[in-house]
C-alpha cells in the first residue's frame, strides 16, 4: 500500500512537504504523476508547476527522478522501498483554498 505523510518543516514560510512511501516500486522505472485538474472543475490547474523541490530515495539512497513531462516523472530503477518528498508553497491565494500558518493548516 502506498503512504502520505503531510508535514511542515517551517510553517510560517507557508510549505507543506508531503512524502509518498511506495513499498515494492516498479523496479523497471516507477511513473508518478500529478493531476493537472480536480473533479468538479474544466479549468486546468497544472499542480506541478507549484513544486519547490522533489528527491527521491531508494532503500535511504537518493535516485535520479526524471521529469517526462509537465506532470509526470520517473523514478530511476529501484529495488525496495522507494520515498519521494515534494515541498508545495500554500499561500490563502492558492486554487484549493489550502491555507498553512503556524498554528493550523487546511488541506483540500
Known amino acids: ?19 509518498l512511501t511506495i513499498p515494492a516500486p516498479d523496479p523497471s522505472g ?3 504523476r500529478l493531476p493537472a485538474w480536480i473533479p468538479g472543475s474544466y479549468m486546468i490547474r497544472d499542480f506541478a508547476r ?7 530515495l531508494c532503500n535511504n539512497v537518493p535516485v535520479t ?19 519521494v518528498c515534494v515541498c508545495f508553497p500554500m499561500w490563502q491565494s492558492c486554487p484549493l483554498s489550502c491555507v498553512l ?3 493550523w ?4
Open 50 to 56: 507549484n513544486i519547490v523541490e522533489i528527491d527521491a
Open 30 to 32: 516507477q511513473v508518478l
Open 105 to 108: 493548516a487546511t488541506i483540500r
Open 1 to 19: 500500500m502506498i503512504h502520505y505523510k503531510i508535514s511542515s518543516a517551517n510553517p510560517a514560510g507557508h510549505y507543506f512537504d508531503i512524502s
Open 101 to 103: 500558518v503556524t498554528s
Open 65 to 83: 527522478l526524471t521529469q517526462q513531462d509537465k506532470s509526470s516523472w520517473l523514478l530511476g530503477n529501484c529495488e525496495g522501498p522507494a520515498a
